[in-house]
């Protein structure tokens, strides 16, 4: 990428394994200063082992990785110092309240008290947690707990931060709001990387991905490129009776791009789903329910691997 951002993270290569099992197969990918990079896919597809040896907490098998310039292998310490990490268990103390949170997790780096609680105020702000300072973390709401968990990251000013599945378990409220601040961060000139088994949050966060599937990259680049890449630009998603859908499926797919036979419904690629449903009807089909809807990562994804991303 000469001539660009400079590369953060580089991986050639990238192994991990456990005994016999593999859970990181040989993957290659840069990660550019002041992007939003996304790691999608199922669990156990090998995300978050990545992003532990990109957050120097889990030695690479194999493969060459670089972190910030540097190798985790001798430079851990330096490379962690400058690395805001968000795991998917927020790990809060839940008896201290909201701003203790962040001043005690400040000192862990070393920063002057003053420093730490200039930070700290700052980031609740951020957070929009500023009126919750004196609560304890035992009282906030989950999608609170995950906007602190991200304050208490940044801490230390770092130039990357890695959030593993960063809203899983929220609400869509929550999540959007979630998804606000860190494109604030991004506008920030902050590097992010994200894993997650939501399309749709890596549709809206990341400027580039890299599907994930067994270990390996099935695919890579933008949201839109993928989709433009793999799939077409609508989907027909009907259900039938039961005992009409491999009928349904042989006779469709001679008209259509595409047809994928999922255990509860029929979907259908094409350039246009009103189309696709008038020559279902033609066929002699009638649905019991439609949804005509615009290709997403999901999509992509079940083309790669065969499946869906929540199977």
């Known amino acids: 990428m000469s001539g660009g951002p400079p590369v953060v993270v580089s991986a050639r290569g990238l192994r991990k394994e456990f005994g016999e099992f593999v859970a990181v197969d040989g ?21 978050t082992s990545t992003m532990r040896m990109i957050a120097c907490m889990s030695p690479p098998s194999g493969g060459v990785l670089r972190v910030r310039g540097m190798d985790p292998a001798h430079d851990g310490p330096a490379i962690r110092a400058g690395i805001g990490l968000v795991p998917q268990d927020d790990a809060l103390d839940l008896e201290l309240s909201v701003l203790d949170n962040l001043l005690i997790y400040g000192r862990y780096f070393d920063l002057p008290r003053r420093a730490v609680r200039e930070r700290a105020l700052r980031l609740l702000e951020f957070a929009q947690l500023s009126e919750r300072a004196g609560a304890k973390v035992d009282s906030l709401s989950g999608g609170m707990r995950r906007r602190l968990t991200i304050a208490r990251a940044l801490i230390s000013g770092p130039e990357l931060v890695i959030l593993d599945e960063p809203t899983t378990g929220l609400d869509p409220q929550a999540r959007h709001l979630v998804w606000e601040r860190l494109y604030r961060l991004k506008q920030e000139g902050v590097t992010l990387v994200v894993t997650t088994h939501y399309m749709d949050e890596a549709e809206q966060l990341c400027d580039r991905l890299v599907v994930m599937d067994g270990g390996r990259i099935a695919a890579a680049g933008s949201p839109r490129a993928l989709i433009d890449e793999h799939v077409s630009r609508e989907v027909l998603e009907v259900r039938l009776a039961d005992d009409t859908y491999a009928a349904a499926a042989e006779q469709i797919a001679k008209v259509t791009e595409r047809v994928e036979l999922l255990a509860d419904r029929l979907c259908c ?11 279902l009807h033609a066929l002699g089909h009638r ?3 439609v949804l005509v809807r615009r290709a997403s990562l999901e999509d992509v994804f079940l083309r790669l691997t065969g499946r869906r991303l929540t199977d």
């Open 27 to 47: 993957v290659d990918f840069d990660i550019v200063r002041g992007e939003v990079f996304g790691f999608l896919g199922p669990n156990g597809a090998g995300k």
């Open 269 to 279: 690629y094409g350039e246009d789903g009103d189309t696709m449903l008038a020559e």
């Open 287 to 289: 649905p019991t329910s």
